[in-house]
């Protein structure tokens, strides 16, 4: 599965981002997905996930509230709503397919790879 990550940019605190991303193959529903983001000097973390039919999300406690994870299939398409930014947000974002039917918070459970989107918040 290719993955094609796009939406960031910059804004203001407080302000909204939509990221979207893009898979590759009709197989699409198949996959769980996840959103993880990576700050300067700091380790890829979790941010929100979402299971094969978009019954169940997950989301990390520090985007909880603000995030919103989606997806739809018919377009092979997931989508991250984010809401309220705040500069402690600023990363680059990574969107990832698993094939487990379960929502991981591991980097590891999660097979692909999208290619990363820049999101900044300015104060």
């Known amino acids: 599965v290719q993955l094609q990550a796009s939406g960031g940019g910059l804004v203001q605190a407080g302000g909204s981002l939509r990221l979207s991303c893009a898979a590759s193959r009709r197989t699409f529903g198949t996959y769980a997905m996840g959103w993880f983001r990576q700050a300067p000097g700091k380790e890829r973390e979790f941010v929100a996930g979402?299971?094969?039919?978009?019954?169940?999300?997950y989301y990390s406690d520090s985007v909880k509230g603000r995030f919103t994870i989606s997806r739809d299939n018919a377009k092979n398409t997931v989508y991250l709503q984010m809401n309220s930014l705040k500069p402690e947000d600023t990363a680059v974002y990574y969107c990832?397919?698993?094939?487990?039917?379960?929502?991981?918070?591991?980097?590891?459970?999660?097979?692909?790879w999208g290619q990363g989107t820049q999101v900044t918040v300015s104060s």
């Open positions: 979402i299971s094969r039919s978009d019954d169940n999300t």
């Open positions: 990832a397919a698993g094939s487990s039917p379960f929502i991981h918070t591991f980097r590891s459970r999660y097979e692909y």
